[in-house]
């Protein structure tokens, strides 16, 4: 069975700091893994994805996440944090048509 | 491209009213999934389509619950009748092509309250 864990609730960082934001998976085969981005009152919207290839995936609005195979994780980062960032930050993982999201990550970027 | 409309954007209604969420997906899109949003629950599938047929709806809570998608461009997902714990957002997304590591596009959803 394929699941997903985002072990913390909420991440503070101060603006202009570097940021991650954890990501552990589990699924049988090779993963397709993704991030998301919710704003208050919106959907989410995708951010980048890891299908194959290079374990360094870079996305949209600066964001990148490094696939590790042997910890299993795909944890997302920026090098510098905007207050603009704060957000709600979803990590999914897929094999077949079922999206498998985690639980969420709550960022605060801090002035 | 518009994206994927949902409506209404807020829907409030009292508990046994017939409650209907309605979608539009991106133009092109072939596969179409219906989530429901809950602070307890999370992010939950409720129905997966695919060219307009219903594939997994093992996801869809009780009876009260039903989709139908009658083309590619519409679908809609009913609650006869509604209770207050179907208070929750309702997101509609859609996929394009048949691989799996297409990325979804979610609606904004609908915040459904029910009294």
């Known amino acids: 069975a394929q699941s997903v864990a985002q072990p913390e609730d909420q991440v503070n960082v101060a603006e202009g700091n570097p940021l991650t934001v954890k990501c552990t998976y589990s699924?049988?085969?090779?993963?397709?893994l993704f991030w998301y981005v919710q704003y208050p009152n919106r959907g989410l919207q995708f951010l980048l994805k890891y299908i194959t290839g290079d374990n360094l995936v870079k996305g949209s609005y600066g964001f990148e996440a490094e696939f590790n195979k042997s910890q299993t994780s795909f944890h997302l980062k920026k090098p510098s944090a905007l207050v603009s960032d704060s957000a709600l930050y979803f990590c999914a993982v897929t094999g077949t048509y079922k999206y498998i999201f985690g639980t969420g990550t709550r960022l605060k970027v801090l002035a | 491209d518009a994206g994927v409309i949902q409506s209404p954007r807020h829907e409030v209604t009292e508990m046994g009213q017939e409650v209907t969420l309605r979608c539009k997906p991106i133009?092109?899109?072939?596969?179409l999934f219906w989530y429901r949003q809950t602070m307890m629950r999370g992010l939950e599938l409720l129905i997966y389509f695919n060219n307009n047929v219903p594939i997994d709806d093992s996801g869809m809570p009780e009876d009260r619950f039903s989709a139908k998608m009658p083309n590619a461009s519409f679908s809609t997902l009913k609650i006869q009748p509604s209770e207050p714990r179907d208070s929750a957002v309702y997101f509609c997304?859609?996929?394009?092509?048949?691989?799996?590591?297409?990325?979804?596009?979610f609606g904004n959803g609908t915040r459904l309250t029910v009294t």
């Open positions: 133009s092109g899109h072939n596969s």
């Open positions: 699924v049988s085969g090779n993963p397709y």
């Open positions: 997304a859609s996929r394009t092509g048949t691989h799996y590591n297409s990325p979804l596009h």
